[in-house]
């Protein structure tokens, strides 16, 4: 019995000092809504209030945040949230955001690829010259031109993508329900 008696308080010591359950550092809590220590430090620094890192603005931005999510709160509590407005809103919000950021994506993948070479830029110049357009030195015009060959050739290359796009996509268009109701 006092084999069993000191195994058990020996497992009870094992498996009970193993590390609890962390509390998360909670800065706020309003009703049933938390910010944590690391939410609220992330959105302190991107917020104008983290230019001026003082409590005072540390407070003003906390006071503006719990602001914001009671009239949020009270908004869903109304089922403001559940509004098709809202949800259009939202819906067009979040097609336009995904539209920058392929855009953006797809445009630094281009521009790091497209190379002008001298010879293009010569080229272009001596078109230039033919037409009575150069009113400068080559030397002069060469960063001018080879910016204009660069913003062409990306140009080229993202409607490129945009047709590729097209190709490969399964588009059918009902031109009748396309004229005007009036």
């Not at 498996?15 to 800065?27: H, L, N």
């Not at 400068?136 to 031109?145: D, G, T, W």
Request: hydrophobic share 35%.
């Amino acid at each position: 019995m006092r084999r069993y008696l000191f195994l058990l308080i020996f497992l009870l010591v094992i498996f009970g000092c193993g590390k609890a359950p962390q509390e998360k550092d909670i800065v706020v809590k309003i009703n049933d809504y938390e910010i944590s220590k690391q939410e609220f430090e992330e959105d302190f620094k991107d917020s104008s209030f983290g230019m001026a890192d003082t409590l005072e603005s540390r407070k003003e931005f906390l006071n503006n945040l719990i602001n914001q999510k009671l009239i949020l709160q009270d908004a869903q509590r109304k089922d403001l949230d559940k509004d098709k407005n809202f949800l259009r809103m939202i819906e067009r919000f979040w097609e336009q955001s995904l539209l920058k950021l392929t855009i953006d994506k797809k445009s630094k993948q281009v521009s790091g690829s497209v190379s002008v070479s001298d010879r293009d830029v010569e080229s272009v110049y001596q078109n230039m010259v033919k037409e009575g357009t150069a009113d400068k030195p080559y030397l002069q015009m060469y960063k001018q031109i080879k910016w204009e060959i660069t913003k062409i050739k990306e140009s080229k290359a993202m409607n490129e993508w945009i047709n590729d796009l097209h190709k490969n996509a399964c588009i059918e268009v009902n031109e009748s329900l396309l004229k005007n109701s009036k």
